[in-house]
Nanobody, 120 residues
């Protein structure tokens, strides 16, 4: 099993920056992809950014050029650097990963979410 814990959310003014972090704990053979999703009130959860174990990244069009996903210094952490924040970035942000376990299962794990609020 893998447990994910996010940190770094908060309240920021438009144009500001925040860095979200996700830390994984548990037992696994490998973490294959690490993602950030967000869900605004009344909207569906959407993919914001993803990074593979090989370092390949992809972003939603709405955040390209403003957000950057990166792996941390340890293999069990990753970050979302958010710059030039806009009020429409306000949402609960969730980290997610796909992992390979010792029983060869490849489940998906979610964190509990962290609130990001951008004031105008």
């Amino acid at each position: 099993q893998v447990r994910l814990v996010e940190s770094g959310g908060g309240l920021v003014q438009a144009g500001g920056s925040l860095r979200l972090s996700c830390a994984a704990s548990g037992n696994w053979v490998s973490i294959n992809t690490m993602d950030w999703y967000r869900q605004a009130p009344g909207k569906q959860r959407e993919l914001v950014a993803t990074i593979s174990s090989g370092g390949i990244t992809n972003y939603a069009d709405s955040v390209k050029g403003r957000f950057a996903i990166s792996a941390g210094n340890t293999k069990n952490t990753w970050h979302l650097h958010m710059n030039s924040l806009k009020p429409e970035d306000t949402a609960v942000y969730f980290c997610r990963c796909t992992a390979t376990l010792y029983d060869y299962q490849r489940p998906i794990y979610w964190g509990q979410g962290t609130q990001v609020t951008v004031s105008s």
